[in-house]
T-cell receptor
Framework: KNQVEQSPQSLIILEGKNCTLQ??????????LRWYKQDTGRGPVSLTI?????NTKSNGRYTATLDADTKQSSLHITASQLSDSASYIC????????????FGTGTRLQVTL | EPEVTQTPSHQVTQMGQEVILRCVPI?????FYWYRQILGQKVEFLVS????????KSEIFDDQFSVERPDGSNFTLKIRSTKLEDSAMYFC???????????FGEGSRLTVL
């Protein structure tokens, strides 16, 4: 069964600090991996999408990495801002059912003063 | 910027009642999806829809659920006889092709009493 596990479950950091969120997956065959940001009570918004051949991708202060061999991904947030407070969800698509994404449980990030 | 819109934002209903959740996908998108997220849990796939028919559905999407694209713009999710456990946030999503970026709506919160 396809699974996506994320860690930590929650994280509190001071504004301006960096942080790294982790994602491990057992989705096969692999098509792509996305990181989404979900504000409380809102829909997920895509941050990055990575295919098998991509190792790193940046979107502003967000940098995602992918190691397809170990089936791990990370999302690094640089110089955090209060508005970064949200859940960050790792989502993996398999090539067998491209329409069906496997969602992780998310990491709840809180950025404080 | 084009967006997926959903109505209502919040609906409260009595157990056993029928509910229709409405979505207007992005206009040039061809693939449509419904997901749900029970409070505190991960996002779960319900159903995908393409070319006026269901392409895939999950085990959650039983006979109580149905989807329809009644006209060129709306995409609806109907729950025939709601149960307490149907209480969740329901997200509509769309994309232009099967592997493209998935755009989510803001969600419809359903509360079943």
């Amino acid at each position: 069964k396809n699974q996506v596990e994320q860690s930590p479950q929650s994280l509190i950091i001071l504004e301006g600090k960096n942080c790294t969120l982790q994602c491990n997956y057992t989705v096969s065959p692999f098509s792509n991996l996305r990181w989404y940001k979900q504000d409380t009570g809102r829909g997920p918004v895509s941050l990055t999408i990575m295919t098998f051949s991509e190792n790193t991708k940046s979107n502003g202060r967000y940098t995602a990495t992918l190691d397809a061999d170990t089936k791990q991904s990370s999302l690094h947030i640089t110089a955090s801002q209060l508005s970064d407070s949200a859940s960050y969800i790792c989502v993996v698509t398999d090539t067998g059912t491209a329409s069906k994404l496997t969602f992780g449980t998310g990491t709840r990030l809180q950025v404080t003063l | 910027e084009p967006e997926v819109t959903q109505t209502p934002s919040h609906q409260v209903t009595q157990m056993g009642q029928e509910v229709i959740l409405r979505c207007v996908p992005i206009s040039n998108h061809l693939y449509f999806y419904w997901y749900r997220q029970i409070l505190g849990q991960k996002v779960e796939f319900l159903v995908s829809f393409y070319n006026n028919e269901i392409s895939e559905k999950s085990e959650i999407f039983d006979d109580q659920f149905s989807v329809e694209r009644p006209d060129g713009s709306n995409f609806t999710l109907k729950i025939r006889s709601t149960k307490l456990e149907d209480s969740a946030m329901y997200f509509c999503a769309s994309r232009i092709d099967p592997t493209g970026e998935l755009f989510f709506g803001e969600g419809s919160r359903l509360t079943v009493l």
